[in-house]
């Protein structure tokens, strides 16, 4: 009876093994895999439900909105153009939250007809993805410098100064966070929605210091803290 009893537990455990592997490998890659099929065999120890150890993070859709870089609707020029500024550090943002594990649409249509347009695919995209935040990038000009970013609700501030906050971090001025009740982008966006003003492509200063890597990390950094 002794030696039914342990083939039992370790059938028992081989199949709560599987049947965990079965509910994770939906949709997580296999870098997250192991860590955490263990903290759910320690809930399931516990007699609570398989869920619990389950990280928030696989839950949280992004849209990454790169700015501009449509027909219509192009971006600022300086020592820099602000269409190529976005798509280095938009296209890095958007593989870094990924490879963390976060979902993500890019917003970015393949074409417009008017600015409008432009701004209206944006929305769209992320209205029926019915992601939790929207980010759109975007650099400044006209002689300043430093990074701003703009929110649309309270619910959206305090994203909004994680980001700048982690801007400045990098060395540019923090001009803050501002709410923005009329820009298309977002007002429209049903979702938690900022617009990051990430530099001035006009500023010697901000240019000399501009790295897209960098600065997609510190973008990342501050979204991840939502
Ligand atoms: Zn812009």
Excluded: W
Aim: with cysteine; glycine share 8%.
């Amino acid at each position: 009876m002794r030696n039914l009893g342990r083939v039992l537990l370790v059938l028992f455990t081989l199949f709560t093994t599987l049947g965990f592997k079965s509910v994770e490998a939906k949709g997580i890659k296999c870098g997250t895999y192991l860590p955490t099929i263990k903290v759910m065999l320690v809930d399931s120890a516990n007699g609570t439900t398989n869920r619990i150890g389950r990280s928030p993070r696989y839950k949280i859709k992004f849209a990454i909105d790169i700015g501009h870089n449509t027909p219509h609707d192009t971006g600022a020029r300086g020592i820099r153009s602000e269409d190529e500024l976005t798509r280095e550090v938009g296209k890095r943002v958007i593989r870094k939250l990924r490879a963390l594990g976060y979902a993500v649409v890019s917003t970015l249509p393949s074409t417009s007809k008017s600015q409008i347009d432009s701004f209206k695919q944006r929305v769209d995209i992320a209205n029926k993805n019915k992601v939790d935040y929207f980010v759109s990038i975007h650099f400044n000009c006209g002689g300043g410098q430093g990074s701003e970013v703009f929110y649309y609700s309270s619910a959206g501030k305090r994203l909004a100064k994680n980001v700048v906050n982690q801007l400045a971090a990098l060395g540019y001025r923090n001009r803050g966070v501002r709410c923005d009740k009329q820009h298309y982008v977002l007002k429209h966006t049903k979702a938690k929605a900022i617009l990051i003003e990430c530099a001035f492509v006009d500023s010697e200063s901000d240019m000399a210091r501009y790295n897209a890597d960098r600065m997609a990390q510190a973008i990342v950094n501050g979204l991840i803290q939502a």
